[in-house]
């Protein structure tokens, strides 16, 4: 038999409460997924929790065959084979021009040559496959090199090799490519040096792209536009009609150069503001209390996720918690709950509404809602969004979504990582009119805080644990009170005030089983780093967004504590697996 990562972590470890009623557990060749008696019900993916060294007895007792022991996934292994791949060559280059005025890294001679290169050969056909380079690479990467040449600080505009490279390969480039792509890189004719008529003359082909390009014209030259103009371009041109590879209604490169433009050029609250609110379409649920937590889209590659177990923990008293996002997402390609709560079993395609029925529902009290079910514009964007390789505005923006809102007080928290994105989100959670709100700066950008000291070296920016928010003294939403009314907060937590243990964060390097079993471990109430990180994310958490009975944050530790040694928190995670395949 097949081996799993930790041998000694058994199906009766999911749920010590439990083990005696697997007796009775029946399985069918045409099931898909493992049948718990009566009360629960985990999928194909509980498989990472058979011991290794299961014999055959007990696995005919359990239904099992040995195709059921699979090794553990990792998130990478996510990302649908039906996207094209981009070229690797031109998306290194992209990673360093396809940032900010000051993050942005020129091109040296000889990385610039290749670039042009592979862009030519691409142009003339000679690449075929994943090493073609498709239009919306193109589009973000001649963006960048425009908006630098146009508005950069001298240092982050281009090299003396990028510019050695552009004027031996342009002549030849704008022979092959095509008109939107010459527009990009050259919206007015002056930039090149050939003085061509294209860019200048370009208008598009529809009245779609007509409208974005007259939009373009002002990003590519450094400017920023009105509420009004982006929200009026995202419903134009989304969702994406993809057939195959290309989109049947805009050009990706005018897209893409649309999308990491803005970003470059730092989006104006405005602009961040339209891409939060184009698309909104709430359900009301009748919850007394309501988090929504927005955490990166993308996931985390390196460390413990703690943010799902922490939902089950805080639905145990009362705080209802709505988590979005995602199976896979780029850049980072990182582990997201969704992945976890497919590899467990769950039901992963619940609509707003089925999530309302979860948060009503006295045995569960959290939910998951995929963007691919609460909002299909903005999920047909992820194809692009990898070949531009930087994250766009909506990015920002998806973490401040809210599918359903709550007859009760309302908090939204969101983790960042770059200083100077902490305001624009907080200014976005109070246009969403919520109670409390709260950014964190956790590990990986995302909102897990950690117990482990603080380093020596500290990196720009924030350390990681600084948090900042506000709350409303009153029931009134963010909307109806003054500045009198809401206290706003900023502060770094350290762990070792509140009675935690210095501790490493668990790694989990990519590996979803792995952050499923530092979970369930946790949930068992097994102690140690990943039980004090989620006791600390829960309990913290509750004391700045002013939850009810958490004034006190020891009180506040405590409570999320007796929600685990009890048992409370893992049934409920188990109660949602269960629940969720009633709702399909």
């Known amino acids: 038999?097949?081996?799993?990562?930790?041998?000694?972590?058994?199906?009766?470890?999911?749920?010590?409460?439990?083990?005696?009623?697997?007796?009775?557990?029946?399985?069918?060749?045409?099931?898909?997924s493992l049948r718990f008696p009566s009360k629960y019900r985990i999928g194909r993916g509980a498989c990472l929790v058979v011991k290794a060294a299961l014999d055959s007895a007990i696995m005919d007792q359990l239904g099992l065959s040995e195709s059921d022991i699979r090794n553990p996934s990792v998130s990478?292994?996510?990302?649908?084979?039906?996207?094209?791949?981009?070229?690797?060559?031109?998306?290194?280059?992209?990673?360093?021009?396809?940032?900010?005025?000051?993050?942005?890294?020129?091109?040296?001679?000889?990385q610039a040559f290749k670039v042009f290169d592979t862009i030519l050969r691409s142009a003339k056909g000679e690449l075929k496959d994943e090493y073609k380079i498709s239009r919306a690479q193109l589009g973000a990467f001649f963006a960048a090199m425009t908006i630098r040449a146009n508005a950069f600080p001298e240092a982050t505009q281009w090299s003396e090799g990028e510019k050695l490279a552009i004027n031996?390969?342009?002549?030849?480039?704008?022979?092959?490519?095509p008109p939107d792509i010459i527009f990009i890189a050259d919206p007015e004719g002056s930039i090149m040096g050939l003085g061509n008529s294209i860019g200048p003359q370009y208008v598009g082909n529809c009245a779609t792209e007509m409208r974005l390009v007259g939009a373009l014209r002002e990003v590519l030259a450094g400017g920023h536009l009105g509420y009004e103009e982006v929200q009026g371009i995202l419903r134009d041109v989304l969702p994406l009609k993809v057939d195959d590879k290309e989109s049947s209604d805009v050009s990706e490169s005018l897209l893409s150069a649309f999308l990491i433009g803005q970003r470059m050029n730092r989006e104006t609250d405005r602009e961040l503001k339209a891409y939060c609110l184009a698309f909104d379409d709430e359900l009301v649920a009748d919850v007394r209390s309501l988090t929504h937590y927005g955490e990166p889209y993308d996931g985390n590659t390196r460390y413990f996720r703690s943010t799902l177990f922490v939902a089950a923990v805080r639905s145990c008293y009362g705080e209802s918690c709505l988590l979005h996002g995602v199976e896979w997402m780029p850049p980072k390609e990182g582990i997201t709950e969704e992945q976890m709560l497919k590899f467990m079993g769950a039901n992963t395609s619940l609509s707003p509404l089925h999530a309302k029925d979860l948060l009503e529902d006295e045995e569960v009290g959290f939910a998951y809602v995929s963007q691919r079910e609460a909002c299909t514009s903005l999920y047909s964007l992820i194809g692009v969004r990898e070949h531009i390789k930087k994250r766009p505005p909506v990015a920002t923006a998806e973490k401040v979504q809210r599918f359903v809102k709550a007859r009760g007080k309302e908090a939204m928290v969101a983790g960042f990582y770059h200083e100077g994105y902490e305001e624009p989100l907080l200014m976005l959670m109070k246009r969403r009119g919520v109670h409390s709100g709260l950014v964190v700066k956790g590990e990986e950008g995302a909102l897990s805080m950690t117990t482990r000291l603080r380093s020596a070296s500290i990196s720009k920016g924030f350390p990681v644990n600084y948090c900042s928010g506000f709350r409303s003294l009153s029931m009134a939403s963010a909307f109806e009170v003054d500045g009198v009314s809401r206290q706003n907060f900023n502060l770094e937590v350290n762990a070792m005030d509140y009675g935690f243990e210095p501790t490493n964060t668990p790694r989990t390097d990519r590996s979803v089983s792995k952050n499923i079993e530092l979970g369930l471990a946790a949930l068992r109430g097994e102690k140690g780093p990943a039980y004090?990180?989620?006791?600390?994310?829960?309990?913290?958490?509750?004391?700045?967004?002013?939850?009810?009975?958490?004034?006190?944050?020891?009180?506040?530790?405590?409570?999320?504590?007796?929600?685990?040694?009890?048992?409370?928190?893992l049934k409920r995670l188990l109660n949602y697996i269960k629940i969720s395949h009633k709702l399909s």
């Not at 981009?86 to 020129?106: E, I």
């Not at 031996?168 to 490519?177: A, S």
């Not at 509750?542 to 928190?569: M, N, P, Q, V």
């Open 1 to 32: 038999m097949k081996a799993l990562l930790n041998p000694e972590f058994s199906f009766s470890s999911i749920s010590q409460f439990h083990t005696n009623k697997l007796r009775n557990s029946t399985h069918s060749p045409n099931q898909t």
């Open 76 to 110: 990478t292994s996510y990302r649908s084979s039906k996207l094209p791949k981009p070229n690797q060559t031109l998306l290194d280059a992209q990673a360093r021009v396809c940032t900010g005025p000051t993050q942005t890294r020129p091109l040296s001679e000889e």
């Open 168 to 177: 031996t390969f342009w002549p030849l480039l704008v022979r092959v490519l």
């Open 532 to 569: 004090d990180r989620i006791i600390l994310n829960a309990g913290i958490v509750d004391h700045l967004l002013g939850c009810d009975g958490a004034e006190d944050i020891s009180a506040a530790l405590d409570r999320a504590r007796e929600a685990i040694d009890s048992g409370k928190a």
